[in-house]
């Protein structure tokens, strides 16, 4: 059974940074891309960042490149988010994804596990 874990969301100030994490258990986490989405209320599921199975390549929406950082570190099972300079419309609930290939994609729907979601909430 694949879990995914996260954790790492809260409450943080305009130009605040925040780290995600997300845990994977019951799969070749090694092999498998890996994608952070985010879905403010009333909204669609918005594709964040991916990283490929090895770390190389990442790929970041233009809302958030050059602010975020994906990494993965495969002994602990574990994809990271460090989010800085937070802006009020970074908030979000932030789900990570496990990806059908060893290679990312923004479409959501290559995705076939999903985390519960992490809240983060950006305040002006």
């Known amino acids: 059974q694949v879990q995914l874990v996260e954790s790492g969301g809260g409450l943080v100030q305009a130009g605040g940074s925040l780290r995600l994490s997300c845990t994977a258990s019951?799969?070749?986490?090694?092999?498998?891309?890996m994608g952070w989405f985010r879905q403010a209320p009333g909204q669609e599921r918005d594709f964040v960042s991916w990283?490929?199975?090895?770390?190389?390549?990442?790929m970041y929406a233009d809302s958030v490149k050059g602010r975020f950082t994906i990494a993965r570190d495969n002994s602990k099972n574990t994809v990271y988010l460090q989010m800085d300079s937070l802006k009020p419309e970074d908030t979000a609930v932030y789900y990570c994804?496990?990806?059908?290939?060893?290679?990312?994609?923004?479409?959501?729907?290559?995705?076939?596990?999903w985390g519960q979601g992490t809240q983060v909430t950006v305040s002006s």
């Open positions: 990283i490929s199975w090895s770390g190389v390549p990442t």
């Open positions: 019951g799969l070749t986490f090694s092999r498998t891309a």
């Open positions: 994804a496990v990806d059908r290939t060893a290679w990312g994609t923004r479409l959501p729907t290559n995705y076939y596990y």
